[in-house]
């Protein structure tokens, strides 16, 4: 069962960028804090960024700071990974995903506690 469908994904020169986007496969989706996670080859799955879908908040990795921004469109019910200043190791399948959190303890960075997938999106940054 897809839950959350990724779009956006596609080759790249490093340098240069990309969106990603999110939404829920079914109209009745609904998740307080959504996240983007990837894997590369070989690599374990790794924490991108996370928000919260009616608040504001954001959390991201040390890698992707002041490169990569998450954003909503509440209107719209998708979310976006914004990619800018793309390099070749940020090269990896992307995923969305969702889960139920509120107040202080909002942030996670474990996989296991997303509840929502997508089945991923390709990104590939070439030198």
């Known amino acids: 069962q897809v839950q959350l469908v990724e779009s956006g994904g596609g080759l790249v020169q490093a340098g240069g960028s990309l969106t990603l986007s999110c939404a829920p496969s079914?109209?009745?989706?609904?998740?307080?804090?959504m996240a983007w996670f990837r894997q590369a080859p070989g690599n374990g799955r790794e924490f991108v960024a996370a928000t919260m879908w009616t608040a504001d908040g954001t959390d991201y990795t040390d890698s992707v700071k002041g490169r990569f921004t998450i954003s909503r469109d509440n209107a719209k019910n998708t979310m976006y990974l914004q990619m800018n200043s793309l390099k070749p190791e940020d090269t990896a399948v992307y995923y969305c995903a969702g889960r139920s959190a509120y107040g202080r303890t909002w942030k996670s960075r474990d996989s296991k506690e997303y509840n929502y997938w997508g089945q991923g999106t390709q990104v590939t940054v070439s030198s």
């Open positions: 079914g109209r009745s989706f609904r998740s307080s804090v």
